[in-house]
């Protein structure tokens, strides 16, 4: 069910699961001026999709239940998480799809969660509207910070539901290993196609 591929950033080892979208095909604008696609994502691009725009609970089961297995053959990186902690949301949702995933990966793996581990110490810009990486980096800079009583010593699993460039997982990996988290890895259900 998924393809993953290992991510480069600030953690120890990380990986994104599979590619959110497999295609995507411009068909032109509805009535409101929306831009209208033709979507095909993975199996897993579709879990998540269901999960965040569908309300579709029971998806959260099953991409943690892809994620928990994911560490079946890697008892040692497992045996070395202490701590699950879920990326910060980006978007304000009565319901974070990302806390969702993390809560039931922590309890397929037996691992203590959190979602107060990290907050976030600042409001930022939509990253999607900002190519340069110098210039993420920049808006980025000191927008996260850990809480040392959770993560010092501990070793963290930081959870995404899409990866995109790895900007903001840096910039809470940084966070977390300043508040004295070690080692971090990264998980995320799925990619983009691109990096940008």
Same mark, same amino acid.
């Given at each position: 069910?998924?393809?993953?591929?290992?991510?480069?950033?600030?953690?120890?080892?990380?990986?994104?699961?599979?590619?959110?979208?497999?295609?995507?095909?411009?068909?032109?604008?509805? +009535?409101?001026? $929306?831009?209208? #696609?033709?979507? *095909?994502?993975?199996?897993?691009?579709?879990?998540?999709?269901? =999960? !965040?725009?569908?309300?579709?609970?029971?998806?959260?089961?099953?991409?943690?239940?892809?994620?928990?297995?994911?560490?079946?053959?890697?008892?040692?990186?497992?045996?070395?998480?202490?701590?699950?902690?879920?990326?910060?949301?980006?978007?304000?949702?009565?319901?974070?799809?990302?806390?969702?995933?993390?809560?039931?990966?922590? +309890?397929?793996? $037996?691992?203590? #969660?959190?979602? *107060?581990?990290?907050?976030?110490?600042?409001?930022?810009?939509? =990253? !999607?509207?900002?190519?340069?990486?110098?210039?993420?980096?920049?808006?980025?800079?000191?927008?996260?910070?850990?809480?040392?009583?959770?993560?010092?010593?501990?070793?963290?699993?930081?959870?995404?539901?899409?990866?995109?460039?790895?900007?903001?997982?840096?910039?809470?990996?940084?966070?977390?290993?300043?508040?004295?988290?070690?080692?971090?890895?990264?998980?995320?259900?799925t990619r983009t196609r691109s990096n940008a």
């Amino acid at each position: 069910m998924a393809n993953p591929v290992q991510v480069e950033g600030a953690w120890r080892l990380g990986w994104a699961l599979d590619v959110h979208t497999t295609s995507s095909v411009f068909l032109g604008y509805d +009535q409101n001026g $929306r831009a209208q #696609f033709d979507t *095909t994502r993975s199996p897993l691009g579709e879990l998540v999709y269901q =999960l !965040k725009y569908a309300s579709q609970a029971q998806a959260a089961d099953q991409i943690a239940a892809t994620m928990a297995s994911f560490f079946s053959d890697k008892p040692v990186v497992l045996s070395r998480i202490g701590l699950v902690v879920p990326m910060p949301a980006s978007t304000h949702r009565a319901v974070q799809p990302v806390n969702t995933i993390a809560t039931k990966l922590a +309890q397929q793996l $037996r691992r203590p #969660f959190s979602d *107060t581990a990290i907050r976030k110490t600042k409001e930022t810009p939509t =990253l !999607k509207s900002i190519t340069d990486i110098a210039q993420r980096r920049e808006v980025l800079d000191g927008a996260f910070e850990g809480d040392r009583a959770q993560l010092n010593g501990k070793g963290v699993l930081l959870v995404d539901d899409l990866y995109r460039s790895g900007s903001t997982a840096n910039a809470v990996t940084l966070a977390l290993i300043a508040a004295g988290a070690s080692p971090v890895y990264f998980l995320a259900a799925t990619r983009t196609r691109s990096n940008a």
